[in-house]
């Protein structure tokens, strides 16, 4: 095996530059910036009655930027996130079930901004309530 005096140089110079000499050398290995935290939106509430109000917060989005949000797929509703990049919106939840139902809808809310997405589910039922006896005092 032969020695190649140029790489001896190379690791003492790297010492003498780390304040090293003849102490041990600290290898410094740069690490990649933090990984930006994902958008993320929610509302106030799992379920709500139908033509309830609900409550939309996000964080995560660019700040200043346009955002659209979309119920099942069909355009909802759109605004601008604030200075820090988060969205503060109310909005009237369906006021009625789908034909068919069996009394609660399930919808997913997604709101997307340039290159940030978010998404959201909640429920929806009816009030529903029958009283027994209907009449007649107890």
């Avoid at 190649?4 to 140089?9: E, T």
């Avoid at 003498?16 to 740069?30: N, T």
């Avoid at 069996?102 to 929806?124: C, N």
Wanted: hydrophobic share 40%; net charge positive; aromatic share 6%.
């Amino acid at each position: 095996m032969t020695r190649r005096p140029g790489i001896h140089r190379l690791l003492a110079g790297a010492l003498a530059l780390a304040g090293g000499g003849a102490g041990a050398a600290a290898l410094v290995i740069p690490t990649s910036a933090p990984a930006a935290a994902a958008a993320q939106i929610q509302v106030n509430h799992a379920c709500y009655l139908t033509a309830q109000k609900a409550d939309l917060r996000g964080k995560g989005f660019d700040p200043t930027s346009h955002w659209a949000a979309r119920l099942d797929g069909s355009a909802f509703g759109t605004g601008t996130t604030d200075s820090s990049g988060d969205i503060t919106a109310t909005f009237g939840v369906p006021s009625r079930l789908r034909k068919g139902s069996t009394g609660e809808d399930s919808y997913k809310l997604v709101v997307r901004e340039r290159k940030h997405s978010a998404a959201a589910q909640f429920l929806v039922t009816r009030l529903d309530a029958s009283f027994a006896p209907q009449s007649g005092n107890i």
